[in-house]
């Protein structure tokens, strides 16, 4: 285990004593089936973003909020907003890219680097301590991009 591991798990133990840690020695990889050209991409971020009308995400959970909100494809940026207290917003909100890099990936589909986006992308918070909840959601938005035909999912973590 590397020092700075070590660190990151002494800091937090001090502040969440009960935060069960994963450690992932390999990390599971599926390659891709087809060139980049001819995928279909959906961003997901734990950055806390939602559309300004959905429910903000619950920042006073103690544990962490392990919900998500779902970005549609058409979007714009001033549709969306972050509610996510563990992370300063001075460069989202000059550049929603810098998390949520839809513009980037817009462009790449007009470039014929990537095949489509997906109708649908998804936000989830960062900062979550008590994880089951977490991988239960994340399963099922990875279901439901499945359903939508999606072949790339990019995170941005925060």
């Known amino acids: 285990m590397s020092d700075l591991l070590k660190k990151t798990r002494d800091v937090i133990r001090k502040k969440y ?16 089936a087809k060139p980049l050209h001819e995928c279909k991409l959906a961003l997901l971020t734990t950055g806390g973003l939602h ?11 103690l544990e962490g909020d392990c919900s998500y909100r779902m970005l549609p ?3 714009k940026h001033e549709d969306i907003m972050v509610t996510h207290e563990s992370y300063d917003h001075k460069f989202i909100n000059k550049d929603l890219n810098c998390v ?3 513009d980037r990936m817009r462009e790449y589909v007009q470039e014929g680097k990537i095949k489509s986006l997906s109708e649908e992308h998804y936000s989830f918070m960062g900062h979550i301590y008590v994880t089951g909840p977490l991988l239960e959601n994340s399963g099922k938005v990875g279901k439901r991009l499945k359903e939508l035909g999606v072949d790339i999912a990019f995170l941005t973590p925060t």
């Open 51 to 61: 559309l300004k009308t959905d429910t903000p995400f619950d920042t006073k959970h």
């Open 100 to 102: 949520f890099p839809i």
């Open 17 to 32: 004593p009960s935060f069960e840690y994963t450690v992932f020695n390999e990390t599971p990889v599926t390659p891709l």
């Open 73 to 75: 494809n058409d979007l």
